[in-house]
């Protein structure tokens, strides 16, 4: 689901049911949706309308046995519920036809639900709370396992750092990020447990929507990434908001850039905060003081309870100023990765997680990110990973050979490229971009196709990303 209200509602349901949560990305294909079913083995699935067509085609393929699907009006009040329904579904069109036999109405489900007793589940903190699925260098889709103990201790951990200048049961958050997102699921629980009233924003893309609500609602803080704020102050309705509110925005998922830090504090006369986290850390890390002493370029110190530290290759602890890999120890670092012990051993360290980011630490203990080790393409906060991509490119008849790299954009901060090598000299880049489009979700869709007549390769024949970065 997008961000719906019918969402924290079935996510709370569900951990006081003792089950594990795992989050689904509501743009997936149909084939991204199976993998992610199939690998995490879940029974049960709670899914907007809009999308249940996927599952139908993929449902007989995994072990999923109950369906609860909900429509974007449900739990609003009577009658806007039933005319926002009728619009989305018969108006705009945007639920497709589908036929699922197990499946409830998410109403239907609650009152079923609600005549039934409830029967209390022990749960340790060392149990599972959520799959939150991620990847790494091979490309493959893991889910990190976070326990009730990491997720209530970055939720500690947030509203620790955030009790510096917030008051407790009295903000106002704007959540346009999407919950299933890690950032978005540990703020938004952060906020809730800090007493703070949520706004959650459906589809933050409908900026006329988005700026409709942050004229309605006398917010005081918000979370976005660094592409968010700048196309909000991109839109001509921006000026018409009053931010006389407004206390602090918080940026993550993605590199803050200086210019649109600059120009969303000089508008809105507030704090702009970067803070840096991975979904193995649930994922606050690294944050920014909430006052004049935070370091625009730095993800800021480390979180209460929290150590960092930069290691060489071979594995040396580095001192102030030395460029070596990120580590991180606290109690949000994850359990490890569901049913893959070998991928967890190489992030694990003797309690310390292994990020894959080259950072720097100064004499004052801010830390700065200066590469990224992974070869991950990080598309508006999301991750892509090159072998999916190259993958699915590789199955096209007319393609020898592919490599898929991160090219800088000034929408997204990064976008995804591939260089092709042709089978078929009459090859379009079109005809490439048109097939990823069959399975993959849009913005792992390459935007640029560059046909080379060979890739460049070490000696054992493994592609140079790099060299094609630099390139």
């Not at 799959?131 to 947030?158: D, E, I, P």
């Amino acid at each position: 689901m997008p961000n719906l209200l019918q969402y924290p509602i079935a996510v709370f349901g569900a951990l006081r049911a003792g089950l594990i949560v795992v989050n689904v990305n509501p743009l997936y294909t149909a084939r991204e949706m199976q993998y992610q079913l199939k690998d995490s083995g879940a029974k049960a699935i709670v899914i907007l309308a809009n999308y249940a067509h996927l599952l139908e085609q993929i449902i007989k393929d995994t072990e999923i046995e109950s369906v609860i699907v909900t429509e974007i009006g449900d739990l609003l009040k009577f009658p806007k519920n039933i005319l926002v329904n009728f619009v989305v579904k018969f108006i705009k069109k945007m639920v497709p036809p589908f036929e699922i036999k197990q499946a409830y109405k998410y109403n239907e489900s609650l009152e079923l639900g609600s005549i039934k007793s409830l029967v209390p589940v022990e749960i340790s903190n060392h149990d599972i709370a959520f799959l939150q699925y991620t990847g790494g260098t091979t490309g493959v889709s893991k889910g990190a396992m976070l326990t009730h103990r990491n997720m209530v201790a970055n939720m500690v951990q947030v509203t620790t750092w955030l009790s510096t200048r917030l008051e407790r049961g009295v903000e106002i958050a704007l959540a346009p990020l999407p919950i299933y997102h890690i950032f978005a699921l540990t703020a938004c629980l952060g906020f809730m447990s800090f007493g703070s009233h949520n706004i959650l924003v459906t589809n933050p893309r409908d900026f006329k929507s988005f700026i409709a609500d942050m004229k309605k609602y006398p917010f005081t803080l918000m979370t976005g990434v660094n592409t968010l704020f700048n196309a909000l102050m991109n839109q001509p309705q921006f000026s018409e908001i009053n931010f006389k509110s407004v206390k602090v925005s918080l940026a993550g998922g993605m590199a803050l850039q200086r210019a649109v830090y600059e120009r969303w504090t000089s508008i809105t006369q507030s704090l702009l905060i970067e803070g840096f986290g991975l979904t193995e850390t649930s994922p606050l890390a690294c944050a920014n003081p909430l006052n004049k002493d935070a370091r625009v370029g730095t993800i800021g110190l480390p979180v209460s309870s929290t150590e960092v530290k930069v290691i060489s290759e071979d594995g040396n602890e580095l001192g102030v100023g030395g460029i070596g890999e990120l580590c991180i120890k606290g109690p949000q670092v994850m359990k490890g990765y569901w049913q893959r012990p070998d991928e967890t051993s190489k992030v694990l360290k003797d309690g310390w997680l292994l990020t894959g980011d080259i950072a720097t630490i100064d004499e004052d203990g801010f830390v700065k990110i200066v590469d990224r080790k992974k070869d991950m393409i990080l598309v508006s906060g999301f991750n892509v990973y090159p072998n999916e991509v190259e993958d699915v490119i590789a199955a096209h008849p007319g393609v020898l050979e592919v490599a898929a790299v991160g090219i800088p954009d000034p929408n997204s901060g990064e976008a995804v490229k591939v260089v092709v090598v042709r089978k078929d000299p009459n090859l379009t880049s079109e005809s490439v971009i048109e097939f990823a489009r069959k399975s993959l979700t849009n913005y792992k869709i390459p935007r640029v196709v560059e046909f080379r007549t060979e890739l460049p390769k070490t000696n054992v024949g493994k592609i140079l990303r790099r060299a094609l970065r630099e390139a």
